[in-house]
């Protein structure tokens, strides 16, 4: 069984830095998906980047140039940097993982539904 679990996150000025941490366990394929998503109160749940097993990438527009994912797979972890953060970054931030046979970038565009494996997530809050 898969388990996911974020750390990281917290309150930090806008313009400030975070990195959050997503320990997977329990993994046992070879091809994956991960990414992050995120979800602000009252507003849908939206994906904010994905990595592959190869290390190719994907990202929301708002994030890109600020955001940055990796993954260091001997300690099977997935990592967010969030540089120059934003009011509009505050969300509660979830780690997801999903195994189907295809593309990362395809899942992504699929949104929450790409996913089939989720974390317990992990606050980020942004003031001014």
Same mark, same amino acid.
């Given at each position: ?8 996150? =917290?309150?930090?000025?806008? /313009?400030?830095?975070? %990195?959050? $941490? *997503?320990?997977?366990?329990?993994? &046992?394929?070879?091809?994956? *998906?991960?990414?992050? +998503? ?6 849908? %749940? ?5 990595? @592959? #097993? @190869? /290390? !190719? ?7 890109? =140039? %600020? +955001?940055?994912? $990796?993954?260091? #797979?001997?300690?099977? &972890? ?10 509009? @970054? &505050?969300?509660?931030?979830? *780690?997801?993982? @999903? +195994? !189907?046979? !295809?593309? *990362?970038?395809?899942?992504? %565009?699929? /949104?929450?539904?790409? +996913?089939?494996?989720? =974390?317990? =997530? &992990?606050?980020?809050?942004?003031? $001014?």
């Amino acid at each position: 069984q898969v388990q996911l679990v974020e750390s990281g996150g =917290g309150s930090v000025q806008a /313009g400030g830095s975070l %990195r959050l $941490s *997503c320990a997977a366990s329990g993994v &046992t394929y070879s091809s994956y *998906c991960m990414g992050w +998503f995120r979800q602000a109160p009252g507003k849908w %749940r939206e994906g904010v980047a994905a990595i @592959d #097993n @190869d /290390g !190719r990438t994907s990202y929301a527009d708002s994030v890109k =140039g %600020r +955001f940055t994912i $990796s993954q260091d #797979n001997a300690k099977n &972890t997935l990592y967010l940097q969030m540089n120059n953060l934003k009011l509009g @970054d &505050t969300a509660m931030y979830y *780690c997801a993982a @999903d +195994f !189907r046979p !295809r593309s *990362c970038s395809t899942a992504f %565009r699929s /949104g929450q539904l790409g +996913f089939g494996n989720w =974390g317990q =997530g &992990t606050q980020v809050t942004v003031s $001014s």
